[in-house]
C-alpha cells in the first residue's frame, strides 16, 4: 500500500488555512469600508437635515429681500464649501434683474442691475427656462452664455460650477439663486436636491 507523506498534508491544509484568512481579512476590510461609508453618509444627511430645520426657521416670511439672501448665504457658504453666492430678482414690467445679495471674492459686494433682455447671462437663461441650471466646467458656463463680472476678470478667480435655482413659480419666477465653487463637477444630484430645498424655502418667504 503506498503511503503519502504527513508534511505535505500538513503543508496542503496550512495554505489551505492561509488562504482562507486572507479571504476573510479582505471581506472585513470591505465591510469596515462599507460600515464607514454608511457612518458618512448618515452623518451627511443628519447635518443637511439640520440645516433645512434652521432654514425653516431663519427664513421668515415678511423679511427684506437682502435680509433672507444673507441669511441663506450663512446657511450655505461654508457647509456647501461656495466659492461665489448670489440672489437675483426679476422685475418683469421694467426687463430689469436686480440683485439683493451678491458674494464673491470673499465678501458681499454692490451688483449692478441689467436689463434681463439685453444680457441675460446664465441667470437669464434659467429664469426663462423656468427650470434650473447646471454648468460643471468654466468651458460649459462660457458656451452656456456665462457673464463674468469685473472682479472675476480682474482676478482670475472664476468658479467652475454654477448652479441656478428659479425661485417661485416657473411660468414667471420671482429670480434666482445661484451656487458657485472652484470645484468642477461641485453639485452632483443629491447635492443639487438640497440646494434646491433651499431655494423652495427662500421662494416661500420671498413670497410670504
Request: no cysteine; glycine share 8%.
Amino acid at each position: 500500500m503506498k503511503l503519502f507523506p504527513l508534511r505535505n498534508s500538513r503543508t496542503d491544509e496550512s495554505a489551505a488555512l492561509a488562504e482562507r484568512a486572507l479571504r476573510l481579512e479582505a471581506e472585513v476590510g470591505n465591510l469596515r469600508s462599507e460600515v464607514q461609508e454608511l457612518r458618512e453618509l448618515v452623518g451627511h444627511l443628519d447635518n443637511e437635515r439640520d440645516l433645512l430645520l434652521s432654514g425653516v426657521e431663519r427664513l421668515k416670511p415678511g423679511m427684506r429681500p437682502q435680509a433672507l439672501a444673507e441669511v441663506m448665504h450663512s446657511l450655505v457658504f461654508r457647509p456647501f464649501d461656495l466659492a461665489s453666492f448670489y440672489v437675483a430678482l426679476v422685475d418683469w414690467s421694467n426687463d430689469q434683474l436686480e440683485f439683493p445679495f451678491y458674494h464673491e471674492g470673499g465678501r458681499a459686494r454692490q451688483h449692478p442691475s441689467r436689463r434681463l433682455s439685453e444680457v441675460p447671462g446664465l441667470t437669464g437663461k434659467a429664469i426663462r427656462s423656468g427650470k434650473p441650471l447646471y454648468t460643471r466646467t468654466i468651458e460649459e458656463a462660457q458656451t452656456g452664455g456665462a457673464v463674468f463680472t469685473e472682479a472675476e476678470k480682474g482676478s482670475g478667480l472664476i468658479p467652475s460650477s454654477w448652479y441656478g435655482v428659479p425661485l417661485g413659480n416657473p411660468q414667471r419666477p420671482l429670480g434666482l439663486v445661484s451656487f458657485q465653487s472652484f470645484q468642477a463637477d461641485a453639485f452632483p444630484e443629491p447635492r443639487r436636491r438640497i440646494l434646491d430645498a433651499f431655494a423652495t424655502l427662500l421662494a416661500a418667504a420671498l413670497q410670504g
